[in-house]
């Protein structure tokens, strides 16, 4: 099944901070995406814990889908204007993972770095 959930133990945290709170993520290229967002992967021996950061200037729904090999996990969440929202997911090591992000009909999407260490972005 070509979309079925991410089939590793899905661990899946949400989590609220101020704007100001520091967290590093890779910045997506996002030129008329209305929200800021990032992804950033942690590896383990088997496992790596994929963290993705939305920002809004106004309240908004924003629908996340994060891709590993053939599998995907989708997400909606209302973003709260000046708020950084955080959504942790575990799922089996992946040399690259990405999400795509979408919001009042426009998209984008941001990847971890590719084997190469190359950091990888597209709207």
Excluded: W, Y
Aim: glycine share 4%.
């Amino acid at each position: 099944m070509p979309h079925r959930m991410l089939h590793s133990a899905a661990t899946v945290l949400l989590a609220s901070a101020p704007l100001f709170a520091a967290a590093p993520v890779q910045a997506a290229a996002q030129q008329d995406f209305p929200c800021d967002v990032g992804i950033q992967k942690e590896d383990e021996e088997q496992k790596s814990k994929v963290t993705i950061t939305i920002a809004c200037d106004k309240t908004r729904s924003v629908t996340t889908r994060i891709a590993v090999g053939n599998s995907a996990l989708e997400n909606t969440q209302t973003v709260h204007a000046g708020v950084k929202q955080s959504l942790s997911v575990t799922v089996n090591k992946a040399p690259q993972i990405c999400a795509t992000f979408e919001t009042d009909g426009k998209t984008t999407s941001a990847c971890t770095a590719s084997p190469d260490g190359t950091p990888s972005a597209s709207s």
